[in-house]
């Protein structure tokens, strides 16, 4: 049984394949969006349980895509996950102020992922109830 959906918004398929393997390995399905645009859409119409998002995307950057994805009440609920190699403390709190709930630096410390996801994913199963 899945432990969940989670959208990986990212726009570097080595960064992808990395965070998807550790995800689906733990027990998630993941689903991939490789710019802003094309994650609010997949927000939108696939209503992920939590999403992972680079902040360096084309076209609409993660913090854009961010503050519409928490503008949208369909999808304002849903974790969000910064994971960026922007790591100046700067970057995090614009992170935060567009809305991210947690921030994960690149080079990615996979055990720090998957707990963060994995305690954001509590919460919403907890709310689901
Ligand atoms: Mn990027």
Known sequence: MSKGRILIIEDNMDNHELIRFFLER???DTFLAMT????VQAAIKQLPDLIL???ALPI??????TRAIKADPKTAHIPIVAVTA??????????LMAGCDEYIAKPIDFGALLRVVNRLMERVNRADK
């Not at 609409?60 to 895509?65: E, K, N, S, V």
């Not at 922007?86 to 992170?95: L, N």
């Open 53 to 55: 998002v680079d902040l």
């Open 86 to 95: 922007r790591t100046m403390p700067i970057d995090r709190s614009r992170a």
């Open 26 to 28: 733990d027990g998630y």
């Open 36 to 39: 802003g645009p094309e994650g």
């Open 60 to 65: 609409m950057d993660g913090w854009d895509a």
